[in-house]
């Protein structure tokens, strides 16, 4: 059992993961029509990148990865904030949070 | 000396002052002070008449110097080449200016006559809506023709003599509201097109044959090698010769002068008489050394204004607005200048141009007087009786015609006299142009004291007029001008003639005797009395006799009348064809058909290709988002296709390597 966990995570897991992870932030993109639930999978996508990063920089001992997690978490964060905002705004305007029916950017 | 006297000589102040004149009264003008634009206006012209008598001086100071020392004059005494302008290939044109005794003498005129003209303007003008518009304008003329005269080479004389053009479009169409004024500017200015077609090509053909511009280098070329005669020189000389045309109204360009008429009568005075139309003339003395070696075009130059000048003074026999008639005259007078270019007595023509210059702005200016006394009136049949009413004008102008008719010892006499003497010593061909002129200078003197007689003599004619005698400031350059009318021809031919000998060369062989000259001058005289004589019978003794003349010969008159219908024949030869084939061809097929079809034909497959794809704009969020992730997808797709390929191909392409 000891060996079991004394193991190492092999990267392909790793990668696995953070595939997995992006893929179900896209597709929660694609098909929900909650602009909030939207708004999460775009922050599961990024964190799928995150996990990839870290990944290799684990992998390749380079610390660049690292920073780069750091500076998508920060991007995030605003992100959050900003869209958060807006949605709050779009929800005040049009008393409704269904993407489909959001779309005055149409001629 | 040319590299002494360059340093102090400041040739380029005589055309900058008259442009910082039009820069100030053209940009502040309307905003100033009546007051400081009369001062910018008359400061600009006397500044640079100072300059160009300073500049005379200076350098006849040194050349009495050069001669004493060495016995040589340079010619040109100083050619300054300040900016070097255009450097391509093989041709280098500078913008330079040359001073020498042609030069000299028409900046003299330009500079002088021009000044006098700008007093009497501010006479003429004040009371004219647009006062610092008008001197603005004339200040302009006077920098672009400075410019044409102090050109050093081909090119910087275009480029004057496209300002000066522009000038006389500007104050031709003076009174733009007017349609007839803004129709004669266009006239002008297009009719001036066709002569500079003229120009061009012969400066194109210069720089093909020759490789430069420069007038004084294009005559050492020629003076190089005697077998320059004929062939391509004849070419240039003829389109130098058409240039010369339009810009100084010969046939068959001169339509555009009469009805420059339409400007104010001192710009009639200045560029339609004096100054402007005459630079023709100056170009055809200029580039003397072409026409020199071709006799074919000096005949054709002697021959063109022969004919305008005959037939121009009978047009002015039957015309009765009295700008018309000198107009009609200066176009005869232009003619004399060109025989006698064309006879090769250059000096001959510019003396001529000189005394021209006086006597026609003055009788100009004076008819400018006569208007403005008689409120705006330019029918001779109306006038009459004016000398008591204005006595100055009468006087003056008598000066003039007397002048113009070539009665000794005004100026007129002594150079029509000159250019006639030449014309007649050249042979049979010769004796022809020189009866000719003798007919014209008869016409001449005819018309010019009908005019004098219809106006001045007799009983006024017009109904309720109260003419008025002009400002001092319009009376003090026509007395000016009227006393060089008289005295400006004792020069006499001969000192100008050896004056000018540096720059236009010799007066040509003079095979005549003094004996001979002084028939000839006899002649002329003679039939100028006969002109006067039967202008006293026509319209003074008899004054039933023209309107029974008429009568006699309808048709005759009624060519005169319709100034041989030139213009209605250009009209229907030329300007109709033309304007049916812009509007039929050019406007509906070129235009409409192909030009705004092809661009209908672009923004429908725009508008087409918008309306499609316009549908992907939906704005629907998740219709972008599967669109992005589809495109990701195809990239990715696309990269593994890819890579896959390389993976297959690539042992090939190693074997294939190897295999070499």
């Given amino acids: 059992m000891s060996s079991f966990f004394a193991q190492e995570v092999p990267l392909t897991w790793y990668l696995l993961l953070s595939a997995a992870l992006f893929s179900l932030g896209v597709i929660g993109f694609l098909i929900k029509r ?55 705004a779009v929800f005040r305007a049009r008393a409704t949070l269904a993407v489909d029916r959001i779309d005055l950017m149409k001629l | 000396m040319n590299q002494f006297m360059n340093g102090y000589l400041h040739l380029w102040l005589i055309p900058l002052l008259p442009f910082a004149g039009f820069l100030l009264n053209g940009i502040l003008g309307r905003g100033l002070p009546k007051w400081m634009v009369t001062t910018v206006a008359l400061l600009a012209p006397l500044g640079a008449f100072l300059a160009v008598l300073n500049v005379g001086f200076l350098v006849y100071i040194h050349v009495n110097q050069g001669f004493w020392n060495h016995g040589v004059i340079d010619v040109p005494w100083v050619e300054t080449c300040p900016l070097p302008w255009i450097n391509i290939a093989a041709l280098h044109v500078d913008f330079s200016f040359v001073l020498d ?44 023709m400075t410019v044409l005269v102090l050109a050093g080479n081909a090119l910087v004389m275009f480029v004057g003599w496209e300002g000066v ?65 004929g062939g391509v020189v004849t070419v240039i000389a003829l389109c130098l010769m058409l240039g010369a045309a339009g ?29 402007m139309v005459t630079a023709g003339v100056y170009m055809v003395a200029r580039t003397h050394v072409l026409f020199d070696h071709s006799p074919f075009a000096l005949g054709v130059v002697a021959i063109v204004g022969a004919a305008t000048a005959i037939f121009a003074a009978t047009i002015a026999l039957a015309q009765n607005d009295i700008k018309r008639v000198l107009a009609y005259s200066t176009i005869s007078q232009l003619g004399y200048m060109f025989l006698g270019c ?28 006569v208007i403005h006394g008689l409120g705006g009136e330019q029918d001779l049949r109306k006038m009459g009786g004016l000398w008591k009413k204005l006595p100055v004008t009468f006087w003056t102008m008598t000066a003039a015609v007397f002048a113009i008719a070539g009665f000794w010892p005004f100026a007129g006499f002594f150079s029509k006299d000159a250019i006639l003497y030449a014309a007649f010593l050249q042979g049979p061909n010769g004796r022809v142009l020189w009866f000719v002129g003798v007919v014209t200078a008869l016409l001449t003197s005819f018309y010019m004291f009908r005019l004098w007689y219809l106006a001045f003599m007799g009983k006024p004619r017009g109904e309720d007029v109260h003419p008025h005698e002009s400002p001092v400031s319009m009376l003090g350059p026509m007395v000016i001008l009227a006393l060089l009318s008289i005295g400006g021809g004792w ?51 008899k004054s039933a006799l023209p309107a029974r003349l008429a009568d006699a010969l309808p048709g005759g008159y009624k060519l005169l009348a319709g100034k041989y219908f030139v213009d209605e ?74 890579w896959q390929v390389v993976q297959a191909f690539m042992p090939i392409f190693h074997q294939g390597m190897a295999g070499n």
């Fill in chain 2, 101 to 144: 005794q042609l030069s000299l003498v028409m900046l003299l005129i330009v500079t002088g006559v021009g000044f006098l003209i700008h007093v009497y303007s501010v006479g003429y003008m004040s009371d004219e809506e647009g006062y610092a518009r008008y001197f603005s304008y004339l200040n302009l003329f006077l920098f672009f």
């Fill in chain 2, 247 to 275: 810009k100084s109204a010969q046939l068959p360009l001169y339509i555009w002068l009469p009805d420059a008429m339409e400007g104010p009568t001192p710009v009639s005075a200045l560029i339609h008489a004096a100054t």
């Fill in chain 2, 342 to 369: 064309g006879v090769a007595a250059y000096s001959a023509a510019i003396f001529h141009l000189m005394t021209h210059a006086f006597f026609k702005a003055l009788l100009f200016l004076a008819a400018g007087a």
């Fill in chain 2, 491 to 541: 020069i006499g031919i001969e000192r100008f003639g050896s004056f000018l000998a540096p720059s236009v060369g010799a007066r040509g062989a003079e095979t005549g005797s003094a004996h001979l000259e002084l028939i000839l001058s006899g002649v002329a005289v003679g039939v100028a009395l006969m002109g006067w004589l039967l202008a006293h019978l026509f319209y003074r003794e």
């Fill in chain 1, 34 to 88: 909650n602009l909030i639930t939207v708004f999460m999978s775009i922050e599961l996508m990024l964190n799928g990148v995150n996990l990839s990063f870290v990944t290799f920089a684990q992998q390749w001992h380079a610390v660049k990865g690292q920073i780069f997690v750091f500076f998508v978490m920060m991007v995030a964060a605003a992100e959050a904030a900003v869209g958060l905002a807006i949605i709050i």
């Fill in chain 2, 569 to 642: 024949f250009y009209g229907a030869v030329i300007v109709k064809p033309l304007l049916g084939f812009s509007k039929v061809f050019l406007e509906w097929v070129v235009d409409v058909g192909i030009l705004g079809g092809l661009a209908w034909l672009l923004g429908g497959i725009a508008m087409l290709a918008g309306a499609i794809l316009q549908r992907w704009q939906s704005g629907n969020l998740r219709s972008y988002a599967a669109w992005l992730a589809a495109g990701a997808a195809a990239v990715l797709l696309f990269l593994l296709v890819q």
């Fill in chain 2, 165 to 229: 053009g522009l000038a006389s479009y500007l104050l031709i169409g003076f009174y733009f509201q007017k349609k007839s004024a803004a129709d004669a500017g266009k006239k002008a200015f297009i009719v001036n097109r066709i002569g500079d077609v003229g120009f061009l090509i012969a400066m194109f053909l210069l720089v093909a044959n020759f490789g430069t511009l420069t007038f004084t280098e294009v005559a050492a070329k020629l003076g190089m090698d005697p077998g320059w005669n």
